[in-house]
């Protein structure tokens, strides 16, 4: 009687905020085979600074933006209305990841999760959770983040509604017939702008991406599925920036 009484204090003490989000499931590609590099400590290193600086710049401008990275896997997730700023966020982590030599792959689901969140960790909890988990798994293949079918066009719509760019400069759809997140939308509005410092700055992006994937496909020639992954990406690199 004792312990459940203590026990119900406690979940009265805890309040869950239900909302519908969308949800961001993300890998980062190779990290089993890094596990066992010399390099393993200086790399996970890298990766946790460059996710910091993201989820501190973004904590300060979006307050509705959360994150929550363990190990090889990052989360991000959003509010309704918000799936431009989502697919943007998405990239620019995808980009990130990509100037250290790492590929994503992921998936995007939206629906109705519960969160906890504290001053020490957030929580969260659904389906949709699941959904996300479940399409990267068996939908991505390639290091792309592809988007749940059933939330395809609420994404397209909210982009609409913050953006008077085309849908293809934020989501497009491959050859299998699933839609991603084009992560290099960033530096296809920079290579169109009428600034010359934000075209360089794409032309400079441009590059470090391709040197990037040239050294990950030499290295991975003896890899047919790793070549195969990065050798799609090359492609998109060469579909968005250099057309």
């Not at 980062?28 to 600086?53: A, C, H, K, W, Y």
């Not at 933006?65 to 799936?83: C, P, Q």
């Not at 290091?143 to 609409?160: A, F, T, Y």
């Not at 047919?224 to 492609?235: I, N, S, T």
């Amino acid at each position: 009687m004792v312990t459940r009484k203590i026990t119900s204090a406690r979940v009265a003490e805890i309040k869950l905020e239900k909302a519908k989000r969308y949800i961001a499931y993300m890998d980062i590609l190779g990290f089993r085979e890094m596990l066992s590099s010399p390099n393993f400590e200086s790399d996970v290193t890298d990766i946790v600074r460059i996710l910091q600086e993201r989820i501190s710049r973004d904590d300060k401008i979006f307050p509705n933006l959360r994150y929550l990275a363990v190990s090889d896997t990052i989360v991000i997730a959003e509010k309704s209305g918000e799936g431009h700023l989502l697919c943007r966020k998405v990239g620019q982590v995808q980009n990130a990841l990509l100037r250290l030599g790492f590929a994503v792959r992921g998936a995007i689901s939206f629906g109705e999760v519960f969160t906890h969140e504290t001053d020490r960790g957030w929580n969260i909890f659904g389906k949709t959770y699941v959904s996300a988990y479940e399409a990267e798994q068996s939908l991505a293949v390639y290091p792309r983040v592809v988007i749940d079918r059933s939330c395809g066009e609420q994404l397209k719509d909210d982009i609409r509604n913050s953006s008077h760019r085309r849908i293809s400069t934020y989501i497009l759809r491959d050859a299998d017939g699933f839609q991603f997140v084009n992560q290099f939308s960033s530096d296809v509005i920079g290579l169109s702008s009428e600034s010359e410092k934000n075209r360089e700055v794409a032309r400079r992006n441009r590059e470090q991406f391709r040197d990037k994937k040239a050294e990950a496909l030499k290295k991975t020639i003896p890899l047919p599925k790793a070549y195969m992954k990065w050798r799609w990406l090359m492609q998109q690199l060469k579909n968005q920036l250099d057309s």
